[in-house]
Nanobody, 121 residues
Framework: QVQLVESGGDLVQPGGSLRLSCAAS????????MGWHRQAPGKQRELVAGINSGGSIVYADSVKGRFTLSRDNTKNTVSLQMNSLKPEDTAVYYC???????????????WGRGTQVTVSS
């Protein structure tokens, strides 16, 4: 199986920065898209940023210009640099990855357990 382990969530003041990291491990033949969703209390989970295996990146409009997504294919990691954080960025952030386990083309979708980001003074 595949495990996604997130790190970096914390309490930060408005205007501050955090860096989230997610490492994929397990029986991975190849990794496809990776990225982050978030879910605030009482709201639906939403895409924050995603990157495909070719390096194309999409961002939610609400984070464009403030968040930067990157991946390291040699380490099977994806990172989210979050700058100029706002109280409305407060949420549980979930890493996701699309994984080919066998090389036969079947894709499986995995979530991490989530890491809490709280932006508050």
């Amino acid at each position: 199986q595949v495990q996604l382990v997130e790190s970096g969530g914390d309490l930060v003041q408005p205007g501050g920065s955090l860096r989230l990291s997610c490492a994929a491990s397990g029986s991975i033949f190849s990794l496809g898209a990776m990225g982050w969703h978030r879910q605030a209390p009482g709201k639906q989970r939403e895409l924050v940023a995603g990157i495909n295996s070719g390096g194309s990146i999409v961002y939610a409009d609400s984070v464009k210009g403030r968040f930067t997504l990157s991946r390291d294919n040699t380490k099977n990691t994806v990172s989210l640099q979050m700058n100029s954080l706002k109280p409305e960025d407060t949420a549980v952030y979930y890493c996701y990855a699309v994984v080919d386990l066998t090389g036969r083309g079947t894709k499986n979708f995995y979530w991490g357990r989530g890491t809490q980001v709280t932006v508050s003074s």
